[in-house]
């Protein structure tokens, strides 16, 4: 078991003959993932990477199975390329584009509320399961095999973590890059709920940054959820500056409650392993599993 | 991108928001002639003279002052313009003021009482809507408001597939207690008010007061607007309302190097790959007993032209005692970061504090050799524990 890919997901590439999606097509494939095609407007018809290319998401369901996409699309019109593959049912929409207008996200997630599908991202790194498939950016060979789930906002902390994890002699069931995003498909309460639901995933690496409420909602849930599997988190940015964004567009100290003191507070409250220097996040992890 | 409140209303103006109008001076005469074109095209006989600086508070700081006649707007202009504004949202030295909006007088007297109200509008991240978000309680921090007496803050969140509804517009206008011709000023206020936001690409409006004069007008008092940066593509009119005196000079220049900087008050400077990386780094630094001198993410790209880059920025900064190189190579193998650090320090020649190159990833082995045997004062490591050892090593 892992959550949202595995070797049996039909992957397909949004913005596949591009630079971007050519170059991490090219890796994914490498790495052994299953993917299937890449959508690209206009080069339908053609062969990008000895795989298809097609006009429209819908061809791409329709004709090789596609159920999972990477979106590598530029911002003015990922929004779009988002709301294509929903439309078209693809059920899992990974999002690597960063620099979407907020109010073009405000549309998507919107419009993809009543869709069966869910959106990873946007302004992440992607999501692995190592051995099985890699849909996103991340250097495919940091992440090993094990039991070890990770939810993270940031990518280069994603690789840093599951590095750690990995030099304990643990590894890894699926690692969810959510992105840094002020709006994101998928919160850091369901990517951390669909871990700990996950019977192969024994302990959670939860790592949260600055700004909004996603880290203190996801401990809330853990904490009402009775879970017995330990949860290990880490927020970033509690040297930043209040009122300035720190690289993620969403990374910004607003009020009180979205420092990084405050969101650790309510993570400890609620029964998590918080660390408080990112270098022993894996040490923390081997503790909490014996 | 942050605006100017004259640059603000002017977006306002330009999807009809009723705003205090005012004509933007650089200098005291400026000052003069724009009151006298104010007063014959308003008939505004005071005149409110308010610093242009992207900080709010500006009235606590001595930034915002009535002036009575031609000869107090040319004082007032003048003691303004030039100087170096503290208000409680600036650094303790201030923001130098460099031209100020004279604005008609909108507080006078008639038929009804005037009320001060506040409003904005900006992203619910919780719920991925906006919303509108107004009280009675205008002319106020708004922080303060909501500790003190939340029951008066009141929000409306708009359904993206339809937009502000009338209904909506109505229970503004309703809870702000207005009747008659106030009421219907105020829906058309809030209608447009939001038309604007969302045809701007903006990520915040906040208007605080939204005034209802003696004559029963609504009307934006102050403007406090953010453009989305990312939407800036679709808003060419709006690049040059930029305002680079209002940011850090050295940040500015970093952004035209391409590096992402945010500067920092600490004495040991980092270079990072990776937003989180970066503000985990600082953390670690601050840990081992330093002050991190500044924020960093020099992108996936960290070859030798953005690590000399993003080294000058940081020594640009003399209270740096130490630098923290931290890499994590995936897709960016660590020998050619390596490569880059050695090429840009040679390059230089003129380092004079200690560096700490933290590898790690792809061909780390390899990077830590080459930095171990270039024969430079430079410090390598490989875990992030190291890193941070050494870092309290050079500061003690």
Redesign the interface.
């Given at each position: 078991m892992s959550v949202l890919v595995n070797k049996d997901s039909n992957i397909i590439v949004q913005g596949f003959t591009g630079s971007e999606g050519t170059f991490h097509a090219g890796?994914m494939i490498e790495y052994g993932t299953n993917v299937v095609g890449g959508v690209t407007p206009g080069k339908g018809g053609q062969t990008h990477l000895g795989k298809p290319v097609f006009n429209t998401v819908q061809e791409a369901v329709e004709q090789v199975d596609a159920d999972t996409t990477i979106i590598f699309v530029p911002?003015?019109f990922a929004a779009d390329a988002i709301m294509e593959a929903a439309d078209a049912g693809i059920k899992v929409i990974i999002t690597i584009t960063e620099?979407?207008?907020?109010?073009?996200?405000?549309?998507a997630?919107?419009y993809i509320k009543n869709k069966d599908c869910r959106l990873i991202g946007p302004n992440c790194p992607g999501v692995i399961t190592p051995g099985e498939a890699k849909v996103g950016?991340?250097?495919g060979?940091?992440f090993k095999q094990g039991k070890v789930g990770i939810v993270?906002?940031?990518?280069?902390?994603?690789?840093?973590a599951a590095?750690?994890v990995v030099k304990q002699g643990l590894g890894i069931t699926t690692a969810i890059g959510i992105g840094?995003d002020?709006?994101i498909g998928t919160t850091t309460k369901e990517a951390v709920e669909l871990l700990i639901n996950d019977p192969e995933t024994e302990a959670v690496v939860m790592?949260g940054?600055?700004g909004?409420?996603l880290e203190a909602d996801a401990a809330n849930w853990y904490k009402a959820s009775g879970s017995k599997k330990p949860v290990v988190g880490?927020i970033?940015?509690?040297?930043?500056?209040a009122g300035?964004t720190?690289?993620?567009?969403?990374?910004i100290v607003g009020?009180s409650d979205d420092t990084?003191q405050a969101k650790k507070k309510i993570m400890r409250a609620c029964g998590i392993h918080v660390v408080?220097?990112?270098?022993?996040i894996g040490k923390k992890i081997a503790e909490v599993l014996g | 991108m942050n605006l100017h409140e004259y640059q603000g209303k002017e977006i306002l103006s330009s999807f009809g928001v009723r705003i205090q109008r005012g004509i933007v001076a650089q200098n005291a005469q400026e000052a003069v002639a724009a009151a006298k074109q104010l007063t014959s095209e308003t008939g505004t006989s005071w005149h409110v003279i308010k610093a242009q600086v992207h900080a709010g508070g500006r009235g606590k700081g001595g930034g915002v002052k009535l002036a009575k006649n031609l000869k107090e707007v040319e004082e007032i202009a003048g003691q303004i313009i030039g100087m170096d504004l503290i208000t409680p949202q600036t650094s303790a030295e201030g923001k130098r003021v460099h031209q100020v909006l004279v604005a008609e007088d909108v507080y006078y007297p008639g038929d009804s009482e005037t009320n001060e109200f506040y409003m904005s509008v900006l992203l619910n991240r919780g719920t991925g809507r906006n919303m509108i978000m107004y009280s009675t309680e205008g002319g106020m921090d708004i922080e303060t408001v909501a500790e003190e007496t939340p029951h008066l803050i009141f929000t409306e969140e708009i359904d993206p597939a339809v937009g502000l509804m009338p209904f909506q517009a109505r229970r503004v206008a309703f809870n702000l207690g207005l009747s008659g011709l106030a009421f219907k000023e105020m829906t058309k206020f809030v209608a447009n008010l939001y038309t604007a936001y969302v045809k701007s690409d903006s990520s915040l409006f906040e208007i605080n007061p939204v005034l209802k004069t003696s004559d029963d007008k609504i009307m934006a008092v102050d403007a406090k607007v953010t453009i989305d940066d990312n939407a800036l593509y679709r808003h060419k009119n709006y690049v040059d309302l930029r305002d680079v005196r209002e940011e850090s000079a050295i940040e500015v220049e970093a952004g035209e190097l391409g590096l992402n900087y945010v500067d920092l008050d600490g004495n040991v400077g980092c270079m990072v790959n990776g937003a989180g990386l970066a503000m985990a780094t600082m953390d670690l630094i601050k840990q081992a007993g330093g002050e991190p001198a500044n924020f960093l993410d020099v992108g996936g790209t960290a070859d030798a032209a953005r690590v000399e880059a993003a080294f000058k920025i940081i020594l640009k900064d003399p209270a740096v005692k130490a630098i923290l190189i931290n890499i994590f190579g995936g897709i960016v193998r660590c020998d050619r970061v390596a490569q880059g650090v050695i090429d840009a320090y040679k390059n230089m020649g003129n380092i004079n504090v200690p560096i700490i190159v933290r590898l790690q990833g792809t061909n780390a082995d390899i990077a830590k050799e080459l930095i171990d045997n270039s024969g430079l004062d430079v410090m390598s490591a490989t875990e992030f524990q190291e890193a941070a050892d050494k870092v309290q090593q050079v500061l003690s």
């Open positions: 890796q911002p003015a620099g979407i207008p907020v109010a073009d996200m405000i549309t997630s919107s950016i991340m250097p060979f940091v993270s906002k940031s990518g280069t902390l994603t690789y840093e590095d750690q840094g002020p709006i790592i940054e600055i909004g409420q880490f970033a940015g509690e040297t930043a500056p300035r720190m690289g993620h567009a969403g990374a009020g990084a408080d220097s990112p270098a022993e | -």
